[in-house]
């Protein structure tokens, strides 16, 4: 099954400078990869998704990068505001049927004021 | 977004007791709908996915006969946790897959969680 790394478990960066965080994962059949961002005690939340068939999507502040090659994806957080601060989530899954989504194990970005 | 919402947010018991938290998507119908289990500062661990009108796919390690899951319409999911004991305390969590295009990839959203406390 698909297997997805993610790094780094924790991220404290200084608000206004930006953050990435990475993601590999195993299967190359994986064409669809989300970003979740979870605040404490709620439910995660998309904030930005790319398929296989792109390269680069940007949503303002956040970015998102794929290299099917290499199978790995960033997400890349610019200006980050004291909000930003979360548990985000990288997640990969294969399109149709009923293909489940395989999660990493998440990243805790914490922004300094 | 699509909506999904769940019940109950919070729930305690008394170990032995069984739990029944329901998951519905509130603007769209979802064939398929997924329980994840969240333990503090961990991620998501999928459980099981229910598919409308047929038996559940469980996750292996998952015991299917523990964690009962009835996906009886396309806007209704059901997790009934038999016999609760502490070590089931735990944030569970549905998510609703929307539909698109043939082809294309489906989007996950996930209901608000249900935090269980098994005494």
């Known amino acids: 099954g698909e297997n997805v790394e993610q790094h780094p478990s924790t991220l404290s960066v200084q608000e206004g400078d930006s953050a990435v965080i990475k993601c590999t994962y195993s299967?190359?059949?994986?064409?669809?990869f989300p970003w979740y961002k979870q605040e404490l005690g709620k439910r995660p939340q998309l904030i930005i998704d790319?398929?296989?068939?792109?390269g680069e999507k940007k949503d303002q502040r956040i970015a998102v990068t794929l290299n099917k090659t290499a199978k790995h994806f960033s997400l890349h957080i610019t200006e980050t505001q004291p909000e930003d601060s979360a548990v985000y989530f990288c997640?990969?899954?294969?399109?149709?049927?009923?293909?489940?989504?395989?999660f990493g194990i998440g990243t805790k970005l914490q922004v300094i004021p | 977004g699509a909506v999904v919402s769940q019940h109950p947010s919070r729930v305690i018991c008394k170990s032995g007791t069984s739990v029944k938290i329901e998951c519905r998507s509130l603007?769209?119908?979802?064939?398929?709908m997924f329980w994840y289990r969240q333990f503090p500062k961990q991620s998501l661990m999928l459980m099981a996915t229910?598919?409308?009108?047929?038996?559940?796919?469980?996750e292996q390690g998952v015991e299917k006969d523990k964690f009962l899951i009835n996906h009886a319409s396309l806007t209704l999911s059901t997790l009934t946790v038999t016999s609760a004991h502490p070590e089931d305390s735990s944030f569970y969590i549905c998510?609703?897959?929307?539909?698109?295009?043939?082809?294309?990839?489906?989007?996950?959203?996930f209901g608000p969680g249900t935090r269980l406390l098994v005494l």
């Open positions: 998510s609703a897959r929307v539909p698109r295009l043939a082809g294309a990839s489906e989007t996950q959203y």
């Open positions: 299967d190359s059949a994986s064409n669809y």
């Open positions: 997640a990969a899954s294969i399109a149709g049927g009923y293909q489940k989504v395989t």
């Open positions: 603007d769209f119908q979802a064939t398929t």
């Open positions: 229910s598919n409308e009108g047929s038996k559940a796919t469980y």
């Open positions: 790319i398929r296989s068939n792109v």
